[in-house]
């Protein structure tokens, strides 16, 4: 069982939209997927009810609220009693004795930023944190920064330096763009389910193409955790 963790210290950097859609690329490529749900928001819980009524959730994916230690310490057990594949961490914006906690036990870290430079430094200072949390632990776990929400056009001046000085950082191969099928998923569920219902009504077949784009770059997401996990 795999353990990948979204962590970022700004708020609304892209962790649960990146945790969703990656979930649903993993299920799609026939893994099982847990999900902890390490904050008390609980967007988790929220996009499973919104899934669930209109049946794009995949009952075989559980969520196990972990926003306190021993709660994390029970979800641990029991996702792995269940042998999930993987079990993607959903963690609050800043640092917390139980986000140091979920860090350290992970398998793979993803740090979500914009490219806006208040977003790449905040980004930043997550990744220094992160290294300076391991190396404290004496603990060696990829890391790799996730560019979120990059624009699907071209990218303007700031936006092309920001993303030049990011790559003297480790970076996922590709990043996720800004897209309504990715800001859709919290209420229409999971996306591969949402593709499905899509492709049996002619009248979406335009939203499909959407979807469709969205869905590809999640599989090469999938594809990169599996290899960063494998290295
Ligand atoms: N790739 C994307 N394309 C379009 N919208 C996006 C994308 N990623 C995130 N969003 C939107 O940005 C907002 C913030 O995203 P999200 O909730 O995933 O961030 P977060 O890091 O989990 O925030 P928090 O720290 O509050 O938990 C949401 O409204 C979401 O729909
Ligand atoms: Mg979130």
Redesign the pocket.
């Known amino acids: 069982m795999k353990l990948v963790t979204f962590c ?1 210290f700004k ?8 945790l969703m859609g990656l979930c649903s690329a993993l299920i799609s490529s026939g893994r099982r997927v847990a999900l902890f749900e390490a ?1 008390e ?1 609980r ?1 988790l819980s929220r996009w499973r009810a919104n899934a669930a009524e209109r049946d794009t959730w995949d009952p075989g994916c559980s969520i196990f609220v972990a926003d306190e230690l021993p709660l994390l310490e029970e979800a641990y057990a029991q996702a792995d009693a269940e042998h999930f594949d993987y079990v993607l961490i ?1 963690t ?2 800043g640092s917390s004795e139980l986000n140091n906690t979920i860090i350290a036990s992970s398998n793979l870290l993803m740090v ?1 930023t914009m490219l806006t430079p208040l977003d790449v430094d905040e980004a930043l200072a997550t990744y220094r944190y992160i290294i300076e949390l391991l190396m404290g632990e004496d603990l060696v776990i990829p890391t790799a920064i996730l560019r ?2 990059v624009p699907v056009g071209r990218l303007t001046m700031s936006q092309r330096s920001v993303s030049d000085m990011l790559h003297a950082l480790p970076l996922t191969r590709n990043p ?5 099928a ?2 859709s998923m ?1 209420d229409r569920g999971m996306l591969h389910l949402s593709i499905e219902k899509a492709a049996a009504d002619p009248g979406l077949r335009l939203a499909l193409r959407n979807l469709d784009n969205a869905m590809e770059e999640l599989l090469q997401l999938g594809e990169f955790v599996a290899e960063a996990l494998e290295a």
Request: hydrophobic fraction near 20%; charged fraction near 35%.
């Open positions: 970022s708020g609304g950097a892209g962790k649960t939209t990146a904050d928001n967007p959903d609050e914006g979500p979120q929400r996720l763009h800004e897209r309504d990715f800001a919290k």
